[in-house]
């Protein structure tokens, strides 16, 4: 069963229910009743239960009672309708009893008999008296529930950094969690403001392509290994995957980089660790230049045009109906001069 934001539960269809996904229906709660939407039915519930590690026999999953009548509907909607205000006036009431917390979310029970109020907070917030005035000015049964920044953003929604909407939103559900680790692995700037997501935490789609970075880098030698040859000792600079390069630099030469690919770094260190030296890296870097040169030039083919095509001035085309009455204007004249003359 789905809830609002995305709240999902398991429930037992103990009546033997012909429910079909998108139905509304009426399930057990405590106390009386809530009202959600199916979200899931038949085998593939058991399959989510098994992932979750959940028992389908455990005496705390609750059951369904009926398929939502037209009244439970209207007082459903009627609640979900007094939310938006509750929850203005409720941060109201917070912030005059001077609370170091912030209410994000109210979620009304399906029958109105109970209200949720989830919150953020940093430390451990003191709410008896903030629940008394809750009860007092809202004439319902309230509960606090603490969550974290995560769950809050997963709840409120929003648009990404890549237009589209929040992951935690719409499919994510577990929220494992990302390091600036994943950051560095991925070679991307530490850059608070373009990693951290609409929770203000670093953002969940790091730890996507960690796997396949991190299997990349398996190949690649050790960023801190330097290389040792007769000219000097290389200091690696740059660390490309997609090229599968690296750039070294001689000591006190750090303008003048050497590309090198994983496998000749990693040859260069095993002569290294026998003792060995090598002469330089221009000796392994030729072989480079030598390989590039055979690759083919690439000529646009597509019939693309110029960039530049903007850039110059277009001709002012001729009004030719302009040309043509002035034409006309001409021949009336000289027909009239001619006539007069005449």
């Not at 109210?106 to 209200?115: N, T």
């Not at 309230?142 to 935690?168: D, P, T, V, Y």
């Not at 660790?273 to 030598?290: A, D, I, N, R, Y």
């Amino acid at each position: 069963m789905r809830f609002k934001n995305g709240r999902k539960h398991f429930f037992k269809n103990s009546e033997n229910l012909s429910l079909s996904i998108g139905d509304v229906v009426a399930v057990e709660a405590s106390p009386g009743h809530d009202v959600g939407v199916v979200s899931l039915t038949g085998e593939l519930v058991r399959v989510q239960m098994k992932k979750k590690k959940e028992d389908p026999n455990s005496a705390e999953i609750l059951k369904i009672y009926r398929k939502a009548s037209q009244k439970d509907i209207d007082v459903w909607q009627e609640c979900r309708e007094r939310e938006e205000k509750i929850k203005q006036r409720s941060r109201q009431i917070a912030i005059r009893l001077k609370l170091q917390m912030k209410i994000s979310d109210i979620e009304f029970q399906g029958d109105g008999s109970k209200a949720t109020f989830y919150y953020t907070a940093d430390d451990r917030v003191d709410f008896r008296q903030l629940i008394k005035e809750f009860a007092r000015e809202f004439s319902t049964r309230i509960e606090m529930r603490q969550i974290g920044l995560r769950q809050e953003a997963a709840r409120l929604g929003g648009i990404g950094s890549c237009g589209r909407e929040l992951c935690c939103s719409t499919w994510l559900t577990d929220f494992r969690s990302v390091s600036t680790s994943a950051a560095r692995y991925q070679q991307l700037s530490l850059n608070p403001q373009k990693l951290a997501g609409q929770c203000g935490k670093l953002k969940c789609c790091l730890n996507y392509e960690l796997d396949t970075y991190l299997e990349a880098l398996k190949s690649f030698p050790k960023s801190d290994v330097k290389l040792k040859t007769k000219k000097g000792t290389g200091v690696c600079q740059k660390v490309d995957i997609f090229k599968n390069m690296l750039w070294y630099a001689y000591e006190g030469e750090w303008m003048n980089w050497h590309r090198l690919t994983p496998e000749q770094a990693n040859k260069i260190i095993a002569k290294n660790k026998k003792g060995e030296t090598v002469g330089s890296l221009e000796e392994f870097e030729v072989e480079l230049q030598l390989d590039d040169e055979r690759t083919p030039d690439f000529n646009n083919t597509v019939g693309q045009d110029s960039l530049t095509r903007f850039d110059k001035p277009k001709k002012k085309r001729r009004n030719t109906s302009s040309n043509k009455n002035k034409k006309r204007r001409k021949r009336k004249n000289n027909n009239t001069s001619k006539s007069k003359n005449a």
